[in-house]
C-alpha cells in the first residue's frame, strides 16, 4: 500500500488528532496509538513512520509537534523529508529554511537541504549544502559524493 502526504489547503498542519488511530473494521488501536502506548514522544513517532515509509502518518504527527513547538528545527527538517519524498519540493523548500534558521550546525539538515535544491533547480545552493554536511560530519560519505557530482 502507497500513503502520500496531503497538505491542508488552510496551511494548518493538522492539529490533535487524539491519542491515536483505529482501524474501521476492526476498531482496533492501530500503530499510532501503539507509539504512544510504548512512551514514545510525537517526534521519535513521527520519525518511525517517516522511516517505515508511511509518510502520510509522519506527517500527521510532525504537524502535531510543530502546532505545539513551531519553532522546532528537527521537526521542520523532518516535514522537509516527507515533503522531498512525496515529490513536493516547493513544499519542502519553505519547511528547510526554517530548519536551517534552527538548525545551521545539522549535517543531516544540510544534506536535506542540498537535495531539495538540488530538485528545485538550484545547483550551487544544493552542492554548498552537500558540503556543508560533509564538513559537519566527516563520516558522512553521502554528503561528500553528492558534493563532489553537484560539481
Known amino acids: 500500500m502507497t500513503f502520500a502526504v496531503i497538505p491542508i489547503a488552510s496551511g494548518h498542519r493538522g492539529g490533535s488528532h487524539g491519542s491515536g488511530f483505529r482501524d474501521r473494521a476492526s476498531g482496533r488501536a492501530t500503530h499510532a496509538s501503539a507509539g504512544l502506548l510504548l512512551g514514545l514522544d510525537d517526534r521519535q513517532e513521527g520519525a518511525q ?59 543531516e539538515t544540510h544534506y536535506i537541504a542540498g537535495t531539495v535544491y538540488y530538485e528545485r533547480g538550484r545547483p550551487d545552493d544544493a552542492r554548498s549544502h ?21 560539481k
Open 49 to 107: 513512520e517517516q522511516f517505515a515509509g508511511r509518510l502520510n502518518d509522519a506527517a500527521r504527527f510532525l504537524w502535531r509537534v510543530l502546532d505545539e513547538d513551531p519553532a522546532n528545527g528537527r521537526a521542520h527538517r523532518d516535514v522537509a523529508y516527507v515533503y522531498a519524498a512525496s515529490g513536493w519540493y516547493v513544499l519542502a523548500e519553505s519547511e528547510i529554511e526554517q530548519a536551517l534558521a534552527a538548525l545551521p550546525k545539522d549535517s
Open 130 to 150: 552537500f558540503e556543508r554536511a560533509a564538513a559537519l560530519d566527516p563520516t558522512n560519505a553521502k554528503a561528500a559524493r553528492r558534493a563532489q557530482r553537484a
